[in-house]
């Protein structure tokens, strides 16, 4: 799976009315809902849309008939492998009628060449690892986490005598990572893993 790593646009006429994608990278359902309205224009006559967030979903045909817009919109998301991306597709009326299939396809087709001039970026599973250091090994143990990919320091909790850190890693790289730790330290540190 894949998402986007900053908002695209992208906008073409079919057969008079003009169709104007945005795509944004989103994290929450609540993150969808802002991008939707900061991208629907007042003065268009639809603003369709559709997200996915991981299993939730959500598409909006805005006034055009039942399944010919915010569907295709979703189609176009996972037809590319997308998540954490909503998208808007925003429709001036230009006075010719496109039937249920030309609204299909213009909707879906807008958002996905929309979303193919869009940067991605994959999406890593990550688990949640806490490591336990000394003051003497803890700005190592923070250099090397920094400098390995995919890694990041969520929380430090200082302790008498050093630091609990509270580190997201790569699923994949969960176990390389906490032998790279323990034999940077020569074992003095200690590195939880969840089952």
């Not at 030309?102 to 087709?109: K, N, P, S, T």
Request: hydrophobic share 45%.
């Amino acid at each position: 799976m894949f998402s986007i790593e900053q908002p695209a646009t992208f906008g073409q006429e079919i057969k008079k009315s003009r169709f104007l994608a945005a795509a944004g990278p989103v994290s929450s359902e609540e993150e969808a809902k802002q991008f939707i309205a900061a991208h629907s224009v007042a003065d268009a006559n639809h603003n369709c849309w559709a997200w996915r967030i991981g299993m939730n979903y959500r598409f909006n045909d805005d006034g055009e008939p039942s399944g010919t817009a915010g569907k295709p919109i979703l189609q176009a998301l996972d037809g590319q492998m997308l998540d954490n991306v909503a998208v808007v597709v925003t429709r001036w009326f230009g006075g010719i009628l496109l039937g249920s299939g030309g609204l299909m396809r213009a909707y879906g087709g807008t958002a996905s060449a929309c979303l193919r001039t869009a940067v991605r970026i994959p999406i890593v599973t990550t688990v949640e690892a806490t490591i336990t250091c000394g003051f003497s090994d803890l700005a190592l143990v923070q250099a090397r986490l920094a400098a390995s990919s995919g890694v990041r320091i969520l929380r430090e909790t200082f302790i008498a005598t050093g630091a609990d850190l509270t580190v997201a890693v790569p699923q994949a790289d969960a176990s390389s990572i906490a032998r790279m730790v323990i034999d940077l330290t020569s074992g003095r540190a200690t590195v939880f893993l969840p089952d």
